[in-house]
């Protein structure tokens, strides 16, 4: 079986979509794309025998296109995982699910109503054999119970426009799913800390974030998205027997002169790369078995309230409690 998609968004994580899809993923052919840039995404359509649409309307219309990838401005999305749903056809909608907690739960009782799940969020880290790897040495026991997390989100460099405020709902975001889906239980409080700035950054960079969740772990953040020497994702779990730590992978290594020099990813392509590419297959499997793995509507709106927290803690310097609806019985199973 083959399933259609159509994929809204064609900058860089959309193009990089489409053309997975099309080369690496199988079961599935993408027919339909659009995006405001109206001669990439003709370009792009043409590289994969697909159709350039006039509308985000259009490609979710058409009767060619089975389901949706959503890559387009975050904004948009609630208006866009409404139509989705409106059609009836399962959307990976990269995050956000919502700029707002308004609207994630407008959207959140749209598929509630629905009565079945049609949405999955794009956070591929749950497919990182790394980030796997650290889950399952927690769920067998391994470490015993969970007692902190440090976590290291580092970004070579971003452009003069992103500000204080994107760390926190570009990158952050990340770590807040990572956080609740390692640990299986929701965030209840942030605190987010600003020191001295580096040089190389417009706007407040590092910033150290706290995250305090329902049992009273602890998890702490770096996040430094001018770090100049590459993309460096790690985090170390510590438990009350033992500790499992997942290091950034090495690029490459040399050995010579008695020295030994490793490289680190340049970019998030170079280290979710892979990830992605399991993120998407096992979507389309799931859109062809009717049953999804990824983060769900809800994890969507949980990620959203903790970021929306985040930014008043980064404005005020306070701790921000975070309070959630109570969560669905559809999703029953989320964030575990």
């Not at 993408?30 to 649409?53: E, H, I, M, Y």
Request: glycine share 10%; net charge negative; with cysteine.
């Amino acid at each position: 079986m083959t399933t259609r998609v159509g994929v809204i968004g064609t900058g860089n994580i959309g193009t990089f979509h489409v053309n997975t899809l099309a080369t690496r993923v199988s079961g599935a052919e993408v027919t339909a794309v659009f995006d405001v840039d109206t001669q990439r995404a003709k370009s792009l359509a043409d590289d994969v025998g697909a159709r350039s649409c006039d509308s985000a309307e259009a490609v979710i219309a058409r009767d060619d296109v089975d389901a949706l990838l959503l890559a387009s401005p975050g904004a948009l999305h609630p208006q866009q995982v409404l139509a989705c749903l409106e059609a009836d056809k399962p959307v990976l909608c990269e995050k956000p699910l919502g700029v707002t907690t308004e609207e994630c739960l407008f959207v959140l009782e749209a598929e509630v109503a629905l009565g079945r799940q049609l949405i999955q969020l794009g956070f591929m880290r749950r497919y990182d054999p790394g980030y796997l790897q650290v889950k399952a040495a927690l769920d067998g026991g391994h470490i015993g119970d969970p007692l902190m997390l440090h976590c290291v989100h580092r970004n070579p460099t971003v452009p003069p426009s992103f500000n204080a405020d994107m760390a926190i709902t570009d990158s952050v975001v990340h770590e807040i799913d990572t956080s609740r889906w390692l640990l299986g239980e929701e965030i209840t409080a942030i605190t987010v800390l600003g020191g001295r700035t580096s040089r190389h950054a417009s706007a407040q960079d590092p910033q150290l974030v706290l995250f305090e969740t329902e049992s009273g772990v602890i998890v702490d953040l770096e996040s430094f998205v001018n770090c100049q020497y590459g993309y460096d994702v790690r985090c170390e779990l510590v438990g009350s027997d033992g500790v499992v730590n997942l290091d950034n992978p090495t690029v490459s290594a040399v050995t010579a002169q008695g020295n030994r020099s490793t490289t680190v990813p340049a970019d998030w392509q170079t280290r979710f790369g892979p990830a992605y590419v399991v993120e998407l297959q096992a979507w389309i499997d799931g859109v062809g078995g009717g049953r999804y793995t990824g983060a769900s509507a809800w994890d969507g709106y949980a990620t959203t309230a903790v970021a929306t927290a985040g930014l008043r803690a980064r404005a005020t310097g306070d701790r921000v409690e975070i309070t959630l609806v109570d969560k669905p019985s559809l999703y029953d199973g989320a964030c575990a």
